[in-house]
Structure formats: structure tokens, C-alpha cells
């Protein structure tokens, strides 16, 4: 089950914003109608710009989580090596906002390398690309998230090695999940 919140107000910040996540996340799993058909061992976050920012927030909050998605992230927080939550970082090349140099990468740098993270920066895109149909988004975010949350395996393929000749990507790294 996949859902989506808006934030209280445009002007919450990462942290706040991480909060939030994992509020709906209690509601759902522990108030809601759905609750008992959800498996609350078998969860994650994602999160655009400030949300990206959440994301990262709330996986340090909940090591417990799965996995964590940050797209294009912006947070004043740029060390999150407590983080132990499978986490692949989507920046944009020429992201005028929260700029890869300034964001994504040291995110992606501050994580510990253990559990698996991963880098994947798009190719000429701006800070927006998370807000239009995206292929290579959908693409690794759907590997990342069936491979963590699902513990399937058969997604690592997408993931590890890492891809090459796609035009799309302009930078990937990664610590290369393990079975």
C-alpha cells in the first residue's frame, strides 16, 4: 500500500516534515480502518525537497524503517551518519535549490556505509523532476522499495551493478545491496 500527505504548511521544515511522516505511518498502521490489513513491519518514507529532508529525518528517528527515498532533498542538515535505514538519494544535475554539491552528495557521503545506500543523480534535470512522470525515478525507487520493504531480491539487477549507458543518469554510486 502506497500513500501520500501534504505537509501542514509549505514553510514546515525537514524536521517537522519528518514528523509528520511518521505520524501518518502510526495513524495508518495503528488508527486507521486499513490497519489490520497493513503490515507494519514493512515500512518506508519518501519525500520531495523539504519532504526529502523528512525523509531522512524520519529514518533517523525509526531506524525500524525499511527503506527511505529522499528526491531531491533539501535540509540544513548535512551529517547523517545515525542513519542505519537502507536509503537511495535522487538528486537533479542542475537543481538550482537544494543543489546536489550542497545537498544530495553529502547526504548520500554523511550515510554510513552500512546498511546499503545509493546515489542517483538525474541528468540535466532540475529540482521539480520529482514533480512530473519521471521513468528512471520510478524505475529505481520501485527496485529500491521492492527490494527493501519486500526483501525481494530479484530487484537488486537494477540496482547493483550500477547502470551504465543510460542518458537519463549522469551520476550513480552505491554500496551495492547484499542478499
Not at 521544515?13 to 498502521?29: E, N
Not at 523539504?50 to 540544513?76: V, Y
Not at 537502507?86 to 545537498?103: E, K, W, Y
Not at 539487477?157 to 554500496?175: H, K, M, N, V
Request: proline share 7%; charged share 20%.
Amino acid at each position: 500500500m502506497i500513500f501520500t500527505i501534504d505537509t501542514l504548511t509549505r514553510y514546515d521544515q525537514p524536521s517537522s516534515r519528518g514528523d509528520q511522516l511518521l505520524a501518518a505511518l502510526d495513524y495508518l498502521t495503528q488508527r486507521s480502518s486499513v490497519r489490520t490489513r497493513i503490515d507494519a513491519s514493512r515500512l518506508g518514507v519518501m519525500g520531495h525537497s523539504m519532504g526529502g529532508g523528512g525523509s531522512l529525518e524520519a529514518s533517523k528517528d525509526r531506524p525500524a524503517l525499511q527503506a527511505a527515498i529522499p528526491l531531491t532533498p533539501w535540509n540544513t542538515t548535512k551529517n547523517w551518519s545515525g542513519n542505519r535505514v537502507p536509503t537511495l538519494i535522487v538528486g537533479a544535475q542542475n537543481d538550482s535549490v537544494a543543489s546536489v554539491t550542497t545537498h544530495a552528495e553529502p547526504f548520500y557521503n554523511s550515510l554510513p556505509s552500512t546498511p546499503d545506500k545509493a546515489y542517483l543523480e538525474l541528468a540535466g534535470a532540475s529540482h521539480f523532476a520529482p514533480n512530473t512522470s519521471n521513468t528512471t525515478i520510478a524505475k529505481y525507487s520501485i527496485s529500491w522499495l521492492k527490494r527493501f520493504i519486500d526483501d525481494d531480491t530479484r530487484y537488486e539487477q537494477f540496482l547493483c551493478p550500477a547502470p551504465t549507458g543510460d542518458r537519463a543518469i549522469s551520476e550513480y554510486r552505491d554500496t551495492c545491496p547484499s542478499s
